[in-house]
């Protein structure tokens, strides 16, 4: 008769019936004991899941960090194709610790968080962090506004500051839409980093 391994102590049997996958009545039961287990830990790892996508906490965390990924890569880009020096937009220090820097912060206009006319290469530590963002400028730097006017030009960067200032209305996001557009934007950085590579 043909011997079958025990699912639970791994010693051999013979099968009493075609569903039978132990050994004995105590491995039996132990089987089914971690059977139950993994069909409850299967439970909350799905309840974990749907919580996680309809917290949109959550979810922005996830979006933010992705999106702040893309900015930084779509400006290293950016400086690259002009044949420029990477430089913080309101320093204007190069070989920094880049960050995307946002204009108009996340608490003061969430309309603006994954705004792209709103967030420019930055220095972390210094402008973003020490300065909050670094807006006006101080004794020894130039600030925000007119880091996006030396870039941009007069009429660009007054256009853009102009738009920030006015897009206040702020926008409320489900976990869905935030998955969503995570994905577009993770596709983005694919392709950013394909192009740099290449």
Known sequence: MKKHRCKVCKGEYVKQTS????????????????KLQ????DKHKELKKKV???NTRHQHKLTQAAFNKLRVLEELQWFKERGLEPECISCGKVKMDWCCGHFKTRGAQSGL???K???FLQCNRYCNMALSGNIEGNKTTRGYKKGLIERFGEKEGNSIIEYCESATAPVDWSGEELIE???NINKQIKQLKTLTES
């Open 19 to 34: 569903l039978q996958q132990w050994c004995s009545p105590s491995c039996g039961f132990k089987l089914s004991q971690i």
């Open 113 to 115: 968080r994954y705004d």
């Open 117 to 119: 006319r709103n967030t």
């Open 52 to 54: 996680n996508r309809e």
């Open 181 to 183: 557009l995570r994905k």
């Open 38 to 41: 993994k069909k409850q830990n």
